[in-house]
């Protein structure tokens, strides 16, 4: 089983939608989480980070973590055609030797006008 | 801003050639990172080093060396390149060893 899972997509959705992107780990020790966007032909930029369970808000983006579960959400409210980008999600245990970004493969989110 | 800026945008070059990639960043960033990026594998780690003339093999090393003579340059080299090595190459530096990475614009490697 692959440490980080994301949902392969891809996803499009008409403008307005609202947008839910998943990624399960499986490494218990993970406590940092990240979500990345990525446009085309450009490198991931941060978009939203957590150190711990529950949500976190962002105008329309809100990160969500249940660490019982083993799983983060990112959601996107009122979606705009300004959205479409790739989205990854990262997470770290933050401590030990070496630590360093865990990241899933990415999934590219389509809004359509 | 922090700024992460790779040589090359678009590369091609031939089986068999050594390539060099190279990664300047000017917020003086202690850690840096090199990754490849293909559809379906996502982000794989490929080296990384902490400091100064240190490095360290991520996940998929095989056909990579790299170089850090100075803090503010992490360089890739790919010693004799091959058809499976073409990919989106991204370098990223942090801060701290686990912290927001920035990440350059990214080269597309061509090899032919």
């Known amino acids: 089983q692959k440490e980080v899972e994301q949902d392969p997509g891809p996803l499009s959705v008409p403008e307005g939608a609202i947008v839910s992107l998943n990624c399960t780990y499986s490494?218990?020790?993970?406590?940092?989480f990240m979500w990345y966007r990525q446009y085309s032909r450009k490198g991931p930029e941060l978009l939203m980070y957590t150190y711990s369970s529950g949500n976190k808000e962002d105008g329309r983006f809100t990160a969500q973590v249940d660490k019982s579960s083993k799983y983060i959400s990112l959601f996107i409210r009122d979606s705009q055609p300004s959205d479409s980008a790739t989205y990854l999600c990262?997470?770290?245990?933050?401590?030990?030797?070496?630590?360093?970004?865990?990241f899933g493969k990415g999934i590219t989110l389509s809004v359509r006008p | 801003d922090v700024k992460v800026t790779q040589s090359s945008r678009y590369l091609v070059k031939r089986t068999g050639e050594k390539v060099f990639l190279e990664c300047v960043q000017d917020m003086d960033h202690e850690n840096m990172f090199w990754y490849r990026q293909d559809p379906g594998l996502g982000l794989r780690l490929i080296y990384f080093s902490y400091d100064v003339k240190m490095k360290e093999k991520g996940d998929i090393p095989e056909g990579y060396s790299v170089s850090r003579e100075k803090k503010e340059r992490f360089s890739l080299i790919l010693e004799s390149a091959s058809t499976n090595q073409t990919s989106m190459y991204l370098c990223a530096s942090t801060l701290l060893p686990v912290d927001e990475a920035f990440f350059g614009q990214g080269t597309r490697l061509t090899v032919v």
């Open positions: 490494n218990s020790a993970f406590q940092y």
């Open positions: 990262a997470m770290t245990p933050l401590t030990g030797a070496n630590s360093k970004l865990t």
